[in-house]
């Protein structure tokens, strides 16, 4: 069997040292199941618009499309806010995403058992959470065009566009539904159907759907009242599947139901099942090269790259019961270390999860 090609983006802020941590944890992995892999590294984000003025390069696109999963780290910063619209870090996350056609955002909220002392929700709110959310994520009003600032009237005004397609519906609502078929069987799609009329058709096409997936109790939501209920009852939830806009709050929201956005990975899809994956926190350049970033979540990211992409469920398997053993073991970074808890560096939290991949 060939060597699977993994691609590794660290981008900005503590990017570069998280991910430094997931490929000390694939190497380990890599060792101890003796895997081949072919790594490669590109610049992405604010650090390829310092190097080449463009912060998705061609040699960085190419090399995503070649590579069969790609570990992406963070992008951007204050750094790059007076930079032109079409050239900011963000953009370059946006492009990638559109050019590879990674429309299935899946967002894993769940709850360490270690950690649920460090949620901001009482313990028996969001003991056992299990979360999984869907977010479409190349279309919507993030990609809607006509958009833009004009000036009329004498005034200035700003537009966007709303747009979702049925196909693109419908491809993500079976992503969706194919999910929670392997989980609980249990679906809320998020919608605002009674303001807007995108997501009226997007009702009308979840509920068609529900016709193929008969094992599956299909739940509808108004958007303002799932963020309201997250906080409430969030275990009431399994799956949620919405558009990108509110998928990109509420998965956010879902985040901090655990304790800390540092412990969440995610996983970005294309139809063959060849994805981006990354944790769901920012590029914390306030935090950058100080060496406390928490690097679970990449790691996560990097588990769910085994599972989805490269077909090693068992090596998934393996690294989250490192992570898992390595919080039994008292093991916190300062985002997730309570009183009296003295917090480890970036690099030992990833040296305790290699330690326990190993078996040492």
């Known amino acids: 069997m060939s060597a699977r090609r993994l691609l590794v983006l660290p981008g900005d802020g503590i990017g570069p040292e998280i991910v430094d941590e997931a490929v000390k944890v694939l190497d380990a992995a890599a060792t101890a199941f003796e895997l081949d892999f072919e790594l490669e590294r590109r610049l992405v984000g604010g650090a390829a618009y310092d190097a080449a003025g463009d912060p998705l390069p061609e040699d960085t696109l190419e090399a995503a499309r070649a590579a069969d999963a790609i570990i992406f780290g963070s992008i951007g910063g204050p750094r790059w806010d007076d930079v032109e619209r079409d050239k900011r870090p963000e953009r370059g996350l946006l492009r990638l995403r559109s050019e590879l056609g990674l429309f299935a955002n899946l967002r894993p909220a769940m709850l360490f058992p270690q950690l649920a002392g460090a949620s ?10 299990d979360i999984l959310i869907v977010r479409e994520l190349t279309g919507g009003i993030y990609f809607g065009e006509p958009r833009g600032i004009r ?6 005004s700003a537009y966007n566009t709303y747009v979702y397609s049925e196909s693109e519906m419908r491809r993500i609502g079976r992503v969706a539904f194919d999910l929670a078929m392997k989980r609980d069987k249990r679906l809320c799609s998020v919608d605002k159907a009674n303001v807007l009329e995108v997501t009226e058709l997007w009702r009308e096409i979840m509920d068609e759907l529900a016709a193929d ?13 799932a963020a309201m209920q997250l906080v409430r009852d969030p275990r009431q939830f399994d799956v949620l ?9 509420l998965s956010d929201e879902a985040a901090m139901l655990t304790g800390s956005i540092g412990m969440l990975p995610s996983a970005s899809l294309d139809q063959s099942g060849r994805g981006l994956y990354e944790p769901c926190h920012g590029s914390a350049p306030d935090i950058a090269g100080q060496g406390v970033a928490n690097p679970l979540a990449t790691i996560l990211s990097l588990a769910m790259a085994m599972r989805y992409s490269l077909n090693q469920p068992d090596v998934a398997q393996a690294i989250e019961a ?27 939290m990833g040296d305790r999860v290699v330690s326990f991949l190993q078996g040492d």
């Open 322 to 348: 490192a992570v898992e053993a390595a919080l039994d073991s008292g093991a916190r970074t300062a985002d997730i270390a309570g009183a009296g808890e003295a917090p480890l560096a970036t690099s030992a």
């Open 151 to 156: 000036e009329e009237n004498g005034e200035r």
């Open 213 to 225: 997936y008969p094992e599956v109790e299909l739940t509808h939501m108004y958007v303002d009242n």
């Open 241 to 249: 599947v919405t558009g990108n806009l509110f998928g990109d709050i």
């Open 120 to 129: 901001s929700l009482k313990a028996e709110v969001v003991s056992g959470l």
